[in-house]
């Protein structure tokens, strides 16, 4: 069975600063693995996906995330925080017949 | 290009009402669709699924019912609301490689 645990459920971090995003997966075999964010009130948007083509996967915004077979992880990253990505992040992997297993969810905070 | 419509974006209903939400897809044919709920300050849930008209697959029992009348509509219903029903609910669709869902803005449900 397919099963994705977001490490932290709070990241706060200045403006300007990195900021990384930490996701272990577990899969019975190759997987599909997204990062969604959402902001308040807001339906989810799709930051980038890795489907077993090149393990570093660059999103929008700025954000990318590298998938490590070996650590069963798939962390989200970007170099800058802005204003503007404070939001909810949600690690996600595709499970049978195309279901999505969605991780509890990051909080992120930026700080000014 | 694909949009996804929810309607309402907010509703207010008291304890024993009916519900009826729905989902329009555009700019797609015979797409895969989902329910999913978002309680407060957790992470979705899937509650439905559809690979066509009239097909609907339950992933939880529960006080709500899914309808697919047409190949791009779907429909979330009650007859009786419970408290425990209040959420964010998004619907999401999927086409044609069955890997990357796409949200529609959701739902605001508040039970009282």
């Known amino acids: 069975a397919q099963s994705v645990t977001q490490l932290d459920s709070h990241v706060s971090v200045s403006e300007g600063t990195p900021v990384l995003l930490r996701c272990n997966y577990s899969s019975s075999y190759s997987p599909s693995l997204f990062w969604y964010v959402q902001h308040p009130n807001k339906g989810l948007q799709l930051l980038l996906k890795y489907t077993s083509a090149a393990t570093l996967v660059k999103g929008i915004n700025g954000f990318e995330a590298e998938f490590k077979k070996s650590e069963t992880s798939f962390h989200l990253t970007k170099p800058s925080a802005h204003m503007s990505d404070a939001a909810e992040y949600f690690c996600v992997v595709r499970g049978g017949g195309g279901k999505l297993i969605f991780g509890q969810g990051t909080e992120l905070s930026v700080k000014p | ?112």
């Open chain 2, 1 to 112: 290009s694909q949009t996804i419509h929810q309607w309402p974006a907010t509703l207010v209903q008291p304890v024993g009402s009916p519900l009826s939400l729905e989902c329009t897809v555009e700019g797609t044919s015979n797409p895969n669709l989902y329910w999913y709920r978002q309680a407060a300050g957790r992470g979705l849930q899937l509650l439905f699924y559809s690979v066509g008209i009239g097909q609907i697959s339950s992933e939880v029992p529960q006080n709500l019912s899914a309808s697919r009348p047409q190949d791009r509509q779907f429909i979330l219903s009650s007859k009786k609301l419970l408290l425990s029903d209040s959420g964010f609910y998004l619907c999401a669709w999927t086409w044609p490689d069955l890997e990357t869902q796409y949200f529609g803005p959701g739902t605001r449900l508040l039970v009282l």
